[in-house]
Nanobody
């Protein structure tokens, strides 16, 4: 199973960006998917998750600016990031927890770099 993250890039502070994650398996194969990020010199941290029932959770500090969603028909998960700040600069990773015959397995994408300039 592979998770392909894309859409990162350079954006000015205050701008918006949407990143995508497309798994090689159907989204329905995962009990939960999420976005994490890792800034230079920092540990990887959770951004947001969405489970198979559509329940969403955010890190409190980001919930007013970031929106996680998924499009089952397009088999893609998204992270819409608004009002970006330089401190949002990080590599953003998508993650998925398998279900069914993938139960107990965790998958990570390769990451997509988001750089916010001041």
């Amino acid at each position: 199973v592979q998770l392909q993250a894309s859409g990162g890039g350079l954006v000015q502070a205050g701008g918006s960006l949407r990143i995508s994650c497309e798994p090689s398996e159907r989204i329905s194969r995962f009990s939960r998917m999420g976005w994490y990020r890792q800034a230079p010199g920092s540990q990887r941290e959770l951004v947001a998750t969405i489970n198979s029932g559509g329940t969403i959770e955010y890190v409190d500090s980001l919930k007013d600016r970031f929106t996680i969603s998924r499009d089952v028909a397009k088999n893609t998960m998204y992270l819409q990031m608004d009002s970006l700040k330089p401190e949002d600069t990080a590599v953003y990773y998508c993650q998925a927890d398998g279900s069914g015959y993938l139960r107990g397995r965790e998958y990570w994408g390769q990451g997509t770099l988001v750089t916010v300039s001041s």
